[in-house]
């Protein structure tokens, strides 16, 4: 069998470990699963990652980056602020519920990071890049539009976050996509609200 460098059999092993943790949970991570998965040996899981902590935690990154990818494509242009922040709502929604957004998949591995304390800095690193880039968004559509944020960028980034955290888990728990419509209007509402604008409830795309 031909030689396949680190750097090219990085991105596949990440894929395989996405694949059967997605079908079969986190639990079923093992490096001998992934390389199963892959049709490579185990020790090919090791030499490219070093540990299973190592490869969950590219797992995490990779995960989280097609997301924020997925959210700055939403952006509109030339749509005023409370419109902006809408459309970045309804596009982080849609992304974080696509079966290829992984979403259920991250939250299962932001569990078992808690309890891991090789992963404890890749479950901060998870949260403040998405709290950074949310916070960005706000601050380049307030600049775009000529609004003048009430509250901290920062501030505004982790309340709106926090709310699609839970709703998030309540769709997992308990769905109900009549109250998680609702839901999410009222915290885009809100969000805005926060942020010195107006906005109705009925204004959030989330189709």
Do not use: N
């Not at 494509?73 to 992984?102: D, K, N, Q, V």
């Not at 769709?171 to 109705?200: F, H, K, M, N, Y």
């Amino acid at each position: 069998m031909a030689h396949v460098p680190a750097a090219e059999r990085r991105p596949q092993l990440i894929k395989a470990a996405i694949d059967l943790m997605t079908r079969e949970g986190v639990a079923a991570g093992s490096t001998r699963a992934i390389a199963a998965e892959l049709g490579v040996a185990q020790a090919t899981v090791h030499y490219t990652f070093g540990t299973k902590e190592d490869l969950y935690r590219a797992v995490m990154d990779q995960i989280t980056e097609d997301l924020i990818a997925q959210v700055e494509r939403a952006a509109p242009e030339g749509a005023g602020f409370e419109e902006t922040i809408a459309a970045l709502a309804g596009a982080l929604w849609r992304a974080m519920h696509e079966p290829a957004a992984h979403q259920q998949l991250l939250t299962e591995l932001t569990m078992f990071a808690l309890r891991t304390p090789r992963l404890s800095e890749a479950r901060q690193e998870h949260y403040r890049r998405v709290i950074e880039v949310t916070a960005r968004l706000l601050t380049e559509t307030a600049v775009r539009t000529g609004h003048e944020l009430a509250q901290p960028a920062d501030t505004i980034a982790r309340f709106v976050l926090s709310g699609f955290d839970g709703l998030t888990m309540q769709r997992i728990c308990l769905p109900d996509e009549a109250a998680e419509r609702v839901g999410l209007q009222a915290l885009v509402s809100a969000t805005v609200a926060l942020a010195g604008g107006r906005l109705e409830l009925t204004d959030v795309p989330v189709e």
